[in-house]
């Protein structure tokens, strides 16, 4: 596992979106005085983009992450119009290049409508279209997901393995069986996942022949997940159709067997506007006065 990337966390811990991204200031404006038709969650993202520094990112994906969070929730309902260009170079302190580049993707994407001479509006409010996983529907039956509908197999056959994965568990080795699969629901790609297997356990299952993977799930007994925010690459940009450098939620999942051996690694991408993470936690009131919080099923 690389320095930069956090601990691993236990399954249910509850994680923040992948648009919590921060934009530089390049001209004097006081970002204290809000606009008149911004919402209290507006106001906010641009107070803690006004309060930190760059997160080296380009300026224009900053840009179009906010912009992406404000329509996944809601706070432009399908028909209204967003800020003019000259606001958002105002309110976010960036050139007239940076703003359109961003409208761009957006458009691109087909979530926002530009006329000319008009202004730039929202196509659809996706608030309430995101689907929700929690721990269960992750791995009660992981990897077996591949029989769901709306899951496609793109690809089965030895895969290189990422260099932050080998670091953080070597028993997967420079190459590994892999299982590429893309999910979609009501039509629109939500999630690009990628199941690691170690050659001796791919052997073991037959996985090189076709089969075995309902097996490996049945002996899936423990999950240790890490979830963070990346950038969408050139696979990922087309499997879940949006821009390379869009940012996207990634959960990286080791799956152990009985014996606390690793059997597999799920590495799960999922777009943030249509799918969010989501569990439910609990703990008992009586006896120890310090009594540990528990993931309920659902």
Same mark, same amino acid.
Request: aromatic share 2%; charged share 30%.
């Given at each position: 596992m690389r320095a930069s990337e956090p601990p691993a966390s236990k399954v249910g811990t509850i994680v923040k979106d992948a648009y919590a991204l921060t934009l530089p200031l390049t001209h004097s404006y006081n970002p204290l005085l809000p606009s008149p038709h911004e919402s209290t969650a507006m106001r906010r993202r =641009?107070?803690?983009?006004?309060?930190?520094?760059?997160?080296g990112i380009t300026r224009y994906l900053q840009l179009y992450s906010i912009l992406s969070q404000s329509l996944a929730d809601g706070e432009y309902k399908s028909s209204r119009a967003l800020p003019s260009e000259p606001d958002l170079v105002a309110r976010y302190r960036v050139s007239r290049t940076t703003v359109?580049?961003?409208?761009?993707?957006? !458009?691109?994407?087909?979530?926002?409508l530009r006329r000319r001479g008009s202004g730039t509006y929202a196509k659809t409010s996706r608030v309430h279209s995101s689907l929700a996983f929690n721990a269960d529907a992750l791995y009660g039956d992981a990897p077996t997901a591949a029989k769901e509908p709306g899951t496609e197999i793109l690809h089965r056959a030895p895969l290189e393995v990422p260099a932050s994965l080998q670091a953080a568990h070597p028993e997967l080795g420079e190459h590994s069986f892999g299982v590429q699969r893309a999910?979609?629901?009501?039509? !629109? /790609?939500?999630?690009?996942?990628?199941? *690691?297997? /170690?050659?001796?356990?791919?052997?073991? *299952?037959?996985? =090189?022949?076709?089969g075995g993977l309902e097996k490996l799930a049945k002996d899936v007994r423990g999950v240790q997940q890490v979830t963070t925010a990346v950038a969408a690459?050139?696979?990922?940009?087309?499997?879940?159709?949006? +821009?390379?450098? +869009? /940012?996207l939620l990634r959960i990286r999942a080791a799956l152990s067997d009985s014996n606390g051996d690793l059997i597999g690694v799920d590495e799960i991408l999922l777009r943030p506007?249509?799918?969010?993470?989501?569990?439910?936690?609990?703990?008992?009131r009586g006896g120890k006065s310090r009594q540990r919080w528990q993931l309920k099923s659902a």
């Open positions: =641009r107070s803690v983009l006004s309060s930190t520094a760059d997160a359109r580049r961003a409208l761009h993707l957006l !458009e691109q994407e087909g979530r926002i999910r979609s629901e009501n039509g !629109e /790609p939500i999630q690009l996942a990628v199941t *690691y297997v /170690p050659d001796a356990v791919a052997k073991r *299952y037959g996985l =090189r022949r076709g690459d050139a696979i990922a940009s087309k499997q879940l159709k949006v +821009a390379i450098g +869009a /940012p506007d249509r799918a969010h993470l989501q569990d439910t936690l609990a703990r008992d």
